[in-house]
């Protein structure tokens, strides 16, 4: 027989799980709207200090990494035209770990235009720390080539 105890107890966990995988949706979608708004800052706060963002053409470690792609003229020329649209993922929670597995799309608009830039698999591998979810590791990989699955994989 299922006690009140038991019960409470059990929507509890099933509370926490919820209330943990918003917490990393919100996390994931506010990294692209920081992105998109230009802001440095902002963005290298979704991941840990140590954070290492693996992403096709390179590896950034660090906030100071993420934040310096961000203030970068490639990134600042797309400011204002572009929309990092991410998720939704499946996310998997353990304790104070996780991770969530989906796609990103990137928008452009040009010449009066938008159109699909860029989409891409994405692995996010998170803890929680301080009683907040954040980045310890992305990887991304472009649709279409030969490593497009990796992060699908489980790597």
Not at 58 to 85: D, F, I, L, N, P
Not at 102 to 131: F, I, K, P
């Amino acid at each position: 027989m299922t006690t009140l105890a038991d019960t409470v107890e059990a929507l509890t966990r099933r509370v926490q799980a919820l209330e943990d995988e918003l917490a990393i949706h919100r996390l994931i979608v506010s990294y692209g709207l920081a992105v998109d708004a230009g802001d440095a800052e902002a963005a290298s706060e979704t991941f840990d200090v140590d954070g290492v963002y693996d992403v096709a053409v390179g590896t950034m470690r660090g906030r100071g990494a993420v934040a310096a792609m961000v203030r970068g003229a490639k990134h600042q020329s797309m400011v204002g035209r572009c929309a990092h649209q991410i998720g939704p993922a499946v996310v998997d929670v353990h304790g104070d770990t996780a991770t969530a597995v989906g796609y990103s799309r990137v928008y452009l608009a040009t010449d009066g235009t938008v159109g699909l830039y860029r989409v891409s698999t994405n692995r996010w591998h998170l803890e929680r720390r301080a009683g907040r979810w954040i980045v310890v590791r992305r990887i991304t990989r472009l649709l279409g080539r030969e490593d497009t699955l990796m992060p699908l994989a489980g790597s």
